[in-house]
């Protein structure tokens, strides 16, 4: 069955020091992974995707993720955070079921930026 | 850049009334989505709608929901009569193709309170 962990709920950085997100999946095929992240009272809006290409993702606004098979991993990473980056992140896979698709979220990483 | 819109933003309800929630996806989008979030829970698909037809539900779906594309912009979700348990946020998502490495568009949410 298909799964989706962010393993923190909440992750405090201070400003230009890195962060990471972690997610872990399962998966029963090849499965599409997202970084979605959401601001407050606007929209998820996609960071980055991986589809079986490269498994380093490169993604908007310095953020990138690397699918790792052998861990079941996805994190999401970027080297030095800045203060616009608070804000809920979301690990999404996307995983092919009989006759379709099926899109799981994650619980949802919330992120603190401290000056 | 085109953006998915929702409204209202918040509607607050009593149990037992009706309510539709609106969406004007990406305007050459075809398929459509529905997504809804307890308060600390996770994002829950609920159902995808294309060629004006319900293409896929989940177990949450029931003979309460129901979605419509009344004209070629607004995608409605409506709940008959609604449940203390409706009470949540609604999320709307379109993409142009309905592949599982397809990139879902959101809209900024509906807050949903049921009295």
């Known amino acids: 069955a298909q799964s989706v962990t962010q393993l923190d709920s909440h992750v405090s950085v201070s400003e230009g020091t890195p962060v990471l997100l972690r997610c872990n999946y399962s998966?029963?095929?090849?499965?599409?992974l997202f970084w979605y992240v959401q601001h407050p009272n606007k929209g998820l809006q996609l960071l980055l995707k991986?589809?079986?290409?490269?498994?380093l993702v490169k993604g908007i606004n310095g953020f990138e993720a690397e699918f790792k098979k052998s861990e079941t991993s996805f994190h999401l990473t970027k080297p030095s955070a800045h203060m616009s980056d608070a804000a809920e992140y979301f690990c999404?896979?996307?995983?092919?079921?009989?006759?379709?698709?099926?899109?799981?979220f994650g619980a949802g990483t919330r992120l603190f930026v401290k000056a | 850049e085109p953006e998915v819109t929702q409204t209202p933003s918040h509607q607050v309800t009593q149990m037992g009334q009706e309510v539709i929630l609106r969406c004007v996806p990406i305007?050459?989008?075809?398929?459509f989505y529905w997504y809804r979030q307890i308060l600390g829970q996770k994002v829950e698909f609920l159902v995808s709608?294309?060629?004006?037809?319900?293409?896929?539900k989940s177990e949450i779906f029931d003979d309460q929901f129901s979605v419509e594309r009344p004209d070629g912009s607004n995608f409605t979700l409506k709940i008959r009569s609604t449940k203390l348990e409706d009470s949540a946020m609604y999320f709307c998502?379109?993409?142009?193709?309905?592949?599982?490495?397809?990139?879902?568009?959101f809209g900024p949410g509906t807050r949903l309170l049921v009295l």
């Open positions: 998502a379109s993409t142009l193709a309905g592949e599982q490495s397809e990139t879902q568009y």
């Open positions: 998966s029963s095929y090849s499965p599409s």
């Open positions: 991986y589809t079986s290409a490269a498994t």
């Open positions: 999404v896979v996307s995983d092919l079921v009989t006759g379709g698709f099926k899109t799981i």
């Open positions: 305007s050459n989008h075809l398929y």
């Open positions: 709608f294309y060629n004006n037809e319900i293409s896929e």
